[in-house]
């Protein structure tokens, strides 16, 4: 089968065009936008094709007609009195650069500027950024008789790299953001359109507060597949793909939609947001011929990670869906304890449900590439094993519970909490029931096992259900209480009733957490 040229890293449209990348065509999402004079700001998750769509943009309104043969924008265009106008386009790209640094972001938008100024041939005779940033729109106005159009890939960069590393420098950044992107402001009239895009929209950042003309997309329907592929892009786009991997594990091309939508699929991005993809993990799993995990290989959230560990925050919340309102939905504070937003807005946890009554959304994992590669990464941190060679191994702990090896997996989770460290002084108060709780639940959701907690039963809630083909296994942990009385609360609970007809063995744990000790002093078991 013929192998087609994937777009895999490619974020240049002209590149992307005349090497015959294969491309999903979403240049009517370019003239919708381009049709008004409104600035903009989309947020997406990263690697979901935001740098792409701007040099779509940026395209067009250069003017490359040549470029859009064959697409919807090209037939779009015929209806404007003047078609493919050209106008001087200024972009600031900041997906790159040492913004850490204390003159990293001055120096990136400085050579951005310096890039127009030569190519316009304006003058650059002002040291001040924002009166240079002004000079270089009115004068590329006067010079070519059209209005400018700014773009700005990535603007939340240097921001997200400092925090939890350089708050000060954060802060320094965001300072330079305020007088700087001020001016556009000002400039309106010599501004034809204008596009910020970023993973994270922060709170109190100058583009919101002193833009306040700034649009947010982010969340509207009518650009709810402005990037990302779906269902129909992808069975449009990628028939030979799609082919040749059903080929290749030998399976139907329908069962390889179904893994395709597993690992990848069901991110929403509004309400009532048809499944999307993500079309960087989707092009490598073609390019590759494999169900592997590409998004998330590609950088660790680690401020993200440290986040939840400071907090002491419940990984147990992960597996069900996470309440949020719409107003946090949208913006992100580095000051804010809770670091679902900033989840979401990363692109670990998507939009499940929306209650429009209460203005409110639930969230959870899109998909299980990130399910599973987010749960791993949080791993070594709540397991407190990242430094340490660790007397067991998690292939261990496996093979107990596909075996039904109720004891090697008690073993295996004593041998977890001797080598766990615990704060000094003794305070006892420190290691709550959640803690241990948690370490349990992560070490068994990273085996991909069917491992769900607080499960509903007429009667109440039991703490943890993992699932086999062949096991059923109930939980309930106490902290300085006898695992019988854990018992006892499974049956009169009834938490382990909706399993009374599974043909499944049935196993009943009770487990007792010492504060003291602490490990796993008592582990009792009934089976059926």
């Not at 919807?72 to 106008?85: F, G, Y």
């Not at 059903?246 to 939609?257: G, P, T």
């Not at 900033?342 to 990130?370: A, C, H, M």
Request: some cysteine.
């Amino acid at each position: 089968m013929e192998t087609r040229n994937l777009p895999i890293g490619i974020q240049d449209f002209e590149k992307l065009r005349k090497n015959d990348f294969v491309y999903v065509d979403k240049t009517r999402f370019v003239y919708k936008l381009a049709q008004s004079k409104c600035p903009y700001f989309l947020s997406r998750p990263r690697r979901f094709g935001k740098s792409l769509f701007l040099s779509t943009l940026e395209a067009y309104f250069l003017g490359k007609k040549d470029l859009f043969k064959g697409l919807a924008i090209e037939k779009l265009e015929e209806q404007n009195d003047e078609p493919w106008q050209v106008y001087p386009v200024l972009k600031f790209s900041l997906a790159a650069g040492n913004f850490t640094k204390e003159d990293g972001l001055s120096a990136r938008l400085l050579k951005c500027l310096k890039d127009f100024e030569e190519k316009y041939a304006i003058p650059d005779d002002n040291e001040d950024l924002s009166v240079r940033f002004e000079q270089a729109l009115k004068n590329a106005y006067a010079k070519t008789g059209k209005p400018v159009v700014v773009l700005v890939d990535e603007y939340d960069n240097p921001l997200l790299k400092n925090i939890g590393e350089n708050e000060e420098q954060e802060k320094e950044n965001r300072a330079l953001y305020k007088g700087f992107f001020a001016v556009l402001k000002d400039c309106d009239a010599y501004l034809r359109f204008a596009f910020f895009t970023g993973v994270t929209k922060f709170s109190k950042v100058s583009i919101f507060s002193d833009l306040n003309q700034l649009k947010d997309i982010t969340l509207d329907w009518n650009y709810d597949a402005i990037c990302g592929i779906t269902q129909k892009e992808l069975e449009e786009n990628f028939v030979p793909e799609i082919e040749s991997m059903a080929e290749r594990h030998r399976f139907s091309s329908e069962k390889c939609l179904g893994e395709l939508k597993r690992m990848y699929d069901g991110y929403h991005f509004c309400m009532n947001c048809p499944d999307i993809y993500n079309p960087f993990s989707l092009l490598n799993a073609f390019s590759e011929n494999k169900f592997g995990s590409y998004w998330f290989g590609t950088g660790t959230p680690t401020f993200l990670i440290k986040k939840l560990d400071e907090i002491n925050f419940d990984a147990r919340r992960f597996i069900d869906t996470v309440k949020i309102s719409e107003s946090e939905i949208n913006d992100y504070r580095p000051e804010n304890p809770d670091p679902i937003p900033l989840l979401y807005q990363s692109g670990y946890l998507t939009i499940k449900t929306w209650n429009e009554r209460q203005l409110s959304y639930k969230l959870g994992f899109p998909n299980d590439e990130v399910k599973y590669g987010f749960l791993n990464a949080l791993a070594p941190t709540y397991l407190k094993v990242q430094d340490k060679p660790a007397p067991f191994n998690i292939d261990i702990l496996d093979d107990a519970v596909e075996e039904g090896d109720t004891d090697g997996m008690r073993d295996w989770f004593k041998a977890l909490f001797a080598l766990l460290p615990y704060p000094a002084g003794g305070d006892l108060d420190s290691v709550t029931e959640q803690s241990f709780q948690n370490v349990i639940f992560i070490s068994l959701i990273v085996l991909g096992k069917y491992c769900r907690t607080e499960v509903h039963s007429s009667k109440g809630r039991a703490d943890c259900v993992v699932e086999t083909e062949e096991y059923v296994y109930v939980f309930e942990f106490k902290r300085d209480v006898s695992a019988k009385e854990a018992l006892q609360q499974i049956d009169e609970q009834g938490y382990a009733a909706p399993y009374s007809a599974d043909s499944r063995k049935l196993f009943k744990i009770g487990v007792n957490f010492s504060s003291a000790e602490r490990n796993i002093t008592e582990w009792e078991v009934v089976s059926r």
